[in-house]
C-alpha cells in the first residue's frame, strides 16, 4: 500500500514545493514561506512526525482556478457560464471533496498572475507564491482529492496559461484607483464589520502594527463564528495583500495564539 509520505516524495520529485497540512484542518505544519521546497529528507522528518498528513503544493510554477460548491453557490455552473471559459484549455484537473474543482495551469514566467478570491461567484484564483493547494490523495471528512482524468490530459500534464487568458484575469484584478467615484469617495463611515471586510483588502498596514492587526483580524472572525479553516485563508488573503507581509512562522504564531484564545473563550478544542 502507497502511504502518503511516498505521495509526497513522488510530488517532490516531479519538481512539485510540497507542504505537509493539518489533518483536521488546512493549516500547514511547516513554515515554508519564502523558503527554499523540502527536500526529500525534509519530506519523510515531517510525515514520520506526521504519518496522516494530508499534502499541499505551492503555487509557485503553476496557478489554480478553485471552483467551489457549496449552499447555493454552483461555482462549476458559473464557471462554464462565464464569458471567457473557452480561453481555458484542457490541462490537469482534480476534484474535491465537497464536489468542487481545481484546475492546474501553468505560470509564464513573462506574465504575473495575481491571487483573486472571488474572481466569479464560488471561483477564485489561487495564485500567490506563498499559497498552496491541497492535492491527491489529501482528505477530509467529506472524501477524498482526486485527479480527474477523464477532463485532464492524457499524460496528466499541467498546460500554460494562454496569454489571453492571463490578459483576462490580469484585467479582472481591480484597484482602489480604478474604482468608480461612487465606491471611493464621499463615505468617511465605517465599523468593526466593515473593517474586517477592509483589512482583506488593504492588508495589514505597516511593520509596526502587523502582528495586532493580524490578531484584531483573527479575533474579529472569530468572535462572530466565522469557521477557523475560513478565518486561516483570509487572514492569509489579507497577509499576502500588506505591503511588507508576517513572515509564515510569525503569521503561525498569532494566528494559533488567537485561535487558542477563542477556543478557551468557548470552553472546547478544536
Do not use: C
Request: overall charge neutral; aromatic content about 8%.
Amino acid at each position: 500500500m502507497v502511504s502518503m509520505v511516498d505521495y509526497a516524495i513522488n510530488y517532490q520529485k516531479m519538481g512539485y514545493s510540497v507542504i505537509p497540512i493539518s489533518k483536521n484542518g488546512k493549516a500547514p505544519l511547516i513554515a515554508f514561506a519564502d523558503k527554499p521546497p523540502m527536500t526529500e529528507n525534509d519530506i519523510r522528518l515531517a510525515w514520520r512526525e506526521h504519518p496522516d498528513a494530508n499534502i499541499a503544493l505551492r503555487t509557485d510554477t503553476f496557478f489554480v482556478i478553485d471552483v467551489d460548491m457549496h449552499g447555493e453557490i454552483n461555482g462549476l455552473e458559473n464557471l462554464r457560464n462565464w464569458e471567457h471559459a473557452r480561453l481555458i484549455p484542457r490541462t490537469l484537473q482534480a476534484t474535491t471533496p465537497s464536489g468542487g474543482r481545481h484546475i492546474y495551469l501553468k505560470k509564464n514566467p513573462n506574465h504575473t498572475i495575481s491571487q483573486n478570491i472571488g474572481m466569479i461567484d464560488g471561483v477564485d484564483i489561487k495564485a500567490h507564491v506563498n499559497n498552496y493547494i491541497l492535492v491527491p490523495p489529501s482528505n477530509n471528512s467529506k472524501g477524498v482529492y482526486k485527479w480527474d482524468m477523464k477532463h485532464s490530459p492524457v499524460d496528466g500534464s499541467i498546460t500554460e496559461a494562454p496569454i489571453e487568458l492571463i490578459k483576462v484575469l490580469q484585467e479582472m484584478k481591480p484597484t482602489i484607483s480604478e474604482m468608480p467615484s461612487f465606491v471611493s469617495g464621499g463615505y468617511s463611515g465605517s465599523n468593526k464589520t466593515a473593517k474586517l471586510f477592509e483589512t482583506i483588502l488593504l492588508g495589514f498596514g505597516d511593520s509596526g502594527g502587523r502582528n495586532n492587526a493580524l490578531a484584531e483580524f483573527v479575533g474579529g472572525l472569530l468572535l462572530r463564528n466565522v469557521d477557523p479553516e475560513i478565518t486561516y485563508e483570509l487572514a492569509k488573503v489579507a497577509n499576502n495583500n500588506t505591503a511588507d507581509s508576517l513572515d509564515d512562522k510569525e503569521f503561525q504564531r498569532t494566528f494559533k495564539s488567537m485561535l487558542d484564545k477563542e477556543m478557551r473563550r468557548r470552553g472546547g478544542d478544536y
